[in-house]
């Protein structure tokens, strides 16, 4: 038995992933949420709103890197990052404009405009592969770790080794500081104020003299301001390449309705939910258990119980769950 | 225009636009377009049963259209004895175990009592069924993967002909609705559509990843043709067929490819024919009238006494049969199965944009939808290709934004599929063959 050993494998390999994996989730759900609680659809593109965000802070980041600008140990991307949000606002109000707006005032149905964002997710799609292409980029420099395994090692005199990346770390401290400030927003200000008026009553919202389009406005705004971050955060941590970011889309629904679809206390909730599944589920066990069973017990698998590749199928099994049980999410969504 | 006239014209156009293919380009590709638009199309009127007819949200397509698939490796490719000597009772048998163990906990949920107990009886039930079946499935794949991996490494199949292949598909595709249809059918229509995307999804992550069943990502390659199809090779040694093409002037090589095209599309085209006619009948008979009542008004319907949930499973097992048999004659017209090729922008979304722009709710649209969609999804490339060129003619050579411009034309396609379905929605929501 060996406790501490046991125990700094399992945060190296299973809390500290799944805790940054997590964050960004439920940034991208946050964003899902919030459309679907203020204008009622559910947004199939917006793994494509991240990918174009990030494509555009990865390339201001080029830019910055050419120029020989740096932030030290931080990566570059954190100062290109409010170009990319910005970018991607503009993108969303321009589509909201030019495309959604149309249906919102014909009061068309939640699944015209699934498709109408079905129709959004081609042509941003498209528009990243045209721009970036297809293939995997890589944008993170700055330090790689903030503890790397040999350190903590030498420190601890430990045989397991705790590895921090920068990105794990700069993930958590922006999740933070975004959830913090969006609640605020919801909660104090009187646009956040009324935007929470508008998700839980349109009709009464509007009685009392809210202005949708100006809600609908900064609906756009935060949710791109959202998925962008979200989007860096997962290409710095991981790496940038637009079908996985498209493919996030699954995870993130799981996230968001498992929290409750439009409630965005619930949507952080789901995307630890997800997050510390899919980790759990796809890790290999046998590394914590050998410091806990005694020798002659000793694992002589993996013990993992599922392959990594099924990740997705974790997130669906949750959903799968959620919905046959529980329609409305652990925290109370607004569907049925 | 009168309908009349008008759609037998949009068709006209659409062929027309084949021909051309075939008179400027080659008649090898203008066959190839018509075949996988034959195929297209049977896709089309699959979703449009499920769209159309019944206002279901479908975007799980690519994952119905690789079970097709599936259906044919499994029927007509030739077994794997050795395989099965190796493990093949053994996977049986833990499947047995897996469905087992979720009937049973099924059984279990509804028989205990609600509340803690029945929870912790459940999830022990649960744990060791997996790990029995754990138990027995790792070793028994491990073997049959060992099984000469180069070249086989999986079970086979039955070694029957391929045309019992198809319906096999439907039936596969039809069973993983079932299990979607049952859990997301009757809530939010925005469910559904959340479902069947993550069943896409994992379908096709099963067939990448269990090499025992499809060879994952090594592909099965060798499917063998249907009965009335032969190989190129065959009748390039066949005299007679030499012959005659040489006495209609044809090169016997190139003729021999053409036979085979066309034999196909005569093949596609009987089974579209059959389906246009039964669904035709189906649209117009009372169930048809039922289904689109409650398209209409669901809760209108309800209060006439119709079980909404229940025609609605109904339509999406049949709907996603016609695709699963679609994706058996893809697979099957390939000669081949490979998972990896299996993409939802491809497989899902673009079957939507054939039935949103040939006419939801008509079987006629989603056909000349088919049709259209996919002659222009082979076309656009070229074309996109062509634009660039001409737009960077004025740059240099060496110019970095004239090659990146160059080699991103490609990826128009995805941004015309996109414009496409977003201009349809806008100016002409009920598309070119409108629901009468």
């Known amino acids: 038995m060996d406790l501490l050993n046991a125990f700094v494998a399992l945060a190296n390999f299973v809390i500290v992933p799944a805790i940054s994996y997590g964050?960004?989730?439920?940034?991208?759900?946050?964003?899902?949420?919030?459309?679907?609680?203020?204008?009622?659809?559910?947004?199939?593109?917006?793994?494509?709103?991240?990918?174009?965000?990030?494509?555009?802070?990865?390339?201001?980041?080029?830019?910055?890197?050419?120029?020989g600008i740096s932030l030290g140990f931080l990566p570059t991307a954190l100062l290109a990052l409010p170009f990319g949000i910005a970018a991607t606002m503009a993108l969303l109000l321009a589509t909201d404009r030019g495309i959604y707006r149309f249906y919102r005032r014909q009061k068309a149905a939640p699944v015209i405009f699934v498709m109408v964002s079905l129709g959004v997710m081609f042509i941003m799609n498209g528009l990243v592969r045209f721009i970036i292409g297809p293939g995997d980029q890589r944008f993170a420099d700055g330090a790689r770790f903030i503890i790397s395994a040999r350190d903590f090692k030498q420190m601890t005199g430990l045989r397991e080794g705790l590895a921090i990346k920068t990105s794990a770390g700069i993930t958590v401290i922006t999740a933070i500081i975004v959830v913090a400030a969006l609640f605020w927003f919801l909660n104090r200000t009187r646009t956040g104020k009324s935007m929470r008026a508008f998700s839980d009553n349109e009709d009464l919202a509007l009685l009392s003299g809210i202005n949708p389009e100006r809600v609908v406005l900064y609906t756009w705004m935060i949710v791109g301001a959202l998925a962008t971050i979200a989007g860096?955060?997962?290409?710095?941590?991981?790496?940038?390449?637009?079908?996985?970011?498209?493919?996030?889309?699954?995870?993130?629904?799981?996230?968001?309705?498992?929290?409750?679809?439009?409630?965005?206390?619930?949507?952080?909730?789901?995307?630890?939910?997800?997050?510390?599944?899919?980790?759990?589920?796809?890790?290999?066990?046998?590394?914590?258990?050998?410091?806990?069973?005694?020798?002659?017990?000793?694992?002589?698998?993996?013990?993992?119980?599922?392959?990594?590749?099924?990740?997705?199928?974790?997130?669906?099994?949750?959903l799968i769950i959620v919905l046959l049980f529980k329609p409305t999410g652990l925290f109370k969504g607004k569907s049925v | 225009m009168n309908p009349a006239i008008k759609n037998p014209l949009l068709f006209a156009i659409v062929f027309g636009l084949i021909i051309l293919t075939g008179i400027f380009n080659s008649w090898n590709v203008a066959l190839n377009i018509l075949n996988m638009g034959l195929i297209s199309a049977i896709m089309a009127l699959g979703v449009n049963m499920q769209w159309g007819y019944a206002g279901l949200f479908n975007v799980g397509i690519m994952g119905f259209v690789a079970l097709g698939g599936l259906g044919v490796v499994l029927v007509s490719m030739p077994p794997v004895p050795e395989a099965w000597a190796a493990g093949g009772a053994r996977v049986l048998l833990a499947l047995g175990v897996a469905v087992a163990t979720i009937a049973g906990a099924v059984m279990l949920w509804k028989r205990l009592a609600p509340g803690r107990r029945r929870g912790l009886i459940l999830t022990g039930f649960l744990i060791v069924g997996f790990f029995v079946f754990r138990w027995l499935f790792d070793p028994a794949v491990a073997a049959i993967e060992a099984v000469n991996p180069a070249g086989t490494g999986y079970l086979g199949g039955l070694g029957l002909p391929v045309l019992i292949a198809w319906p096999v598909g439907g039936l596969l595709a039809a069973g993983a609705a079932w299990v979607v249809g049952k859990t997301a059918l009757g809530l939010r229509s925005?469910?559904?559509?959340?479902?069947?995307?993550?069943?896409?999804?994992?379908?096709?992550?099963?067939?990448?990843?269990?090499?025992?069943?499809?060879?994952?990502?090594?592909?099965?390659?060798?499917?063998?043709?249907?009965?009335?199809?032969?190989?190129?090779?065959?009748?390039?040694?066949?005299?007679?067929?030499?012959?005659?093409?040489?006495?209609?002037?044809?090169?016997?090589?190139?003729?021999?490819?053409?036979?085979?095209?066309?034999?196909?599309?005569?093949l596609f085209g009987v089974v579209l024919l059959a389906l246009v006619w039964l669904s035709q009948k189906a649209l117009h008979s009372p169930w048809g009238r039922m289904m689109r009542a409650i398209r209409d008004n669901e809760t209108a319907a309800e209060a006439m006494g119709k079980d909404v949930t229940g025609r609605h499973l109904q339509i999406f097992i049949l709907g996603s049969a016609v695709v699963g048999l679609a994706g058996a004659m893809m697979t099957t017209l390939d000669g081949q199965f490979t998972p990896g090729t299996y993409n939802p922008l491809r497989f899902t979304f673009l079957v939507w944009v054939m039935v949103i722009v040939g006419g939801s709710g008509n079987n006629w649209g989603a056909i000349l939808g088919g049709f259209l969609i996919w002659f222009l999804w082979v076309q656009v490339e070229p074309i996109g290709l062509w634009l660039m060129d001409v737009i960077t003619s004025g740059m240099a050579d060496d110019s970095a934004l004239r090659a990146h411009l160059l080699k991103s034309a490609a990826h128009m396609r995805l941004l015309t599929m996109g414009i496409i379905l977003l201009l349809v929605l806008r100016f002409s929501p009920r598309g070119l063959i409108p629901e009468r």
């Open chain 2, 190 to 266: 925005d469910y559904l559509a959340i479902a069947t995307l993550g069943i896409a999804e994992i379908i096709i992550a099963v067939l990448k990843n269990e090499d025992w069943l499809s060879r994952g990502v090594k592909n099965v390659v060798g499917i063998p043709r249907p009965w009335p199809v032969p190989y190129e090779i065959e009748l390039q040694k066949s005299a007679s067929f030499v012959e005659r093409m040489q006495a209609w002037g044809y090169d016997p090589v190139v003729a021999s490819s053409i036979t085979v095209k066309l034999l196909y599309a005569l």
């Open chain 1, 232 to 318: 860096v955060l997962y290409g710095l941590d991981k790496s940038f390449k637009p079908f996985t970011y498209f493919q996030l889309l699954l995870p993130m629904f799981a996230a968001a309705i498992v929290g409750g679809l439009g409630n965005p206390v619930g949507a952080i909730a789901g995307g630890f939910v997800i997050a510390f599944s899919e980790v759990t589920v796809t890790y290999a066990w046998k590394k914590v258990l050998v410091y806990l069973l005694p020798e002659n017990l000793e694992p002589a698998g993996l013990v993992q119980l599922m392959s990594t590749d099924y990740k997705f199928a974790v997130s669906f099994a949750i």
């Open chain 1, 23 to 67: 964050s960004q989730l439920a940034l991208g759900a946050l964003g899902i949420t919030l459309i679907y609680g203020i204008l009622r659809f559910s947004n199939f593109a917006h793994g494509d709103i991240m990918a174009f965000g990030t494509m555009v802070t990865i390339l201001v980041t080029w830019w910055f890197q050419s120029l």
